[in-house]
């Protein structure tokens, strides 16, 4: 079955590490996305990859980092910089067409909590 | 700035009391609007995509339609199952990256 798998589904940090979320997909999808959700506010978006070796900061990349290495996996890393990362956390990809970037499909989400 | 608004921020219905949600926006050129659900603890669902004004997508007991400032999310004859969070968000079609800009969602829970 094609999708989208996220890991792990929970997170627990220290203060002062890094960690690392894991996201990959099945879909043959260009376009791959981190979205924060925390409640009562919508998603916002941390960092988009459209292709391969390239990627672009979202509204609140501060503290976080991305590498695209490979078309099937985006990877997240919340750095000891970001102050408030307790969070759930979403990962989606879509098609890129030439018209633009298609429907975005979303993984099941990590949850992050700072300890 | 593109902006998306979701109304009500919460809906509590009856099972069979029919309701809608409404979803309006501002943007340069709308590319297209998305409908999801999510489940507590869980990532979106896609539900619909919407292109252009007038268009409609039915689904089971939900029809979501577009016009040109707002969408709208019809849910006929509701039951508890169709409990979750509806989010919209607006895709524009000119200038920026294309990525599409969510709301707040309405959190909409059917009682039986």
């Known amino acids: 079955d094609g999708g989208i798998t996220q890991s792990p589904k929970y997170l627990f940090r220290k203060e002062g590490q890094n960690v690392t979320l894991s996201c990959e997909q099945n879909l043959n999808h260009d376009a791959m996305y981190w979205y924060r959700q925390d409640p009562g506010q919508g998603l916002r978006l941390i960092y988009y990859?459209?292709?391969?070796?390239?990627?672009q900061k979202g509204d609140i990349a501060e503290g976080y980092s991305v590498s695209r290495e490979k078309k099937e996996s985006f990877p997240l890393t919340v750095t000891s910089a970001q102050k408030n990362p307790t969070a759930f956390y979403l990962c989606?990809?879509?098609?890129?067409?030439?018209?633009?970037?298609?429907?975005?499909?979303f993984g099941p989400g990590t949850r992050l909590t700072v300890l | 700035e593109d902006q998306v608004t979701q109304s009500p921020e919460a809906l509590r219905l009856q099972e069979g009391e029919s309701s809608s949600l409404n979803c309006s926006y501002t943007v340069s050129g709308l590319r297209g609007l998305f409908w999801y659900r999510q489940d507590p603890g869980k990532g979106p669902e896609f539900l619909f995509t919407l292109y252009s004004a007038g268009e409609e997508k039915e689904k089971e007991r939900l029809k979501a339609t577009l016009t040109k400032k707002e969408s709208f999310l019809h849910i006929t004859a509701p039951k508890p199952e169709d409990s979750a969070t509806y989010l919209c968000?607006?895709?524009?079609?000119?200038?920026?990256?294309?990525?599409?800009?969510f709301g707040r969602g309405t959190s909409l829970i059917v009682h039986p």
């Open positions: 990859s459209q292709i391969v070796n390239d990627f």
């Open positions: 968000a607006v895709q524009a079609g000119t200038g920026g990256s294309y990525i599409p800009t």
């Open positions: 989606a990809s879509s098609r890129y067409t030439g018209q633009g970037l298609d429907t975005q499909y």
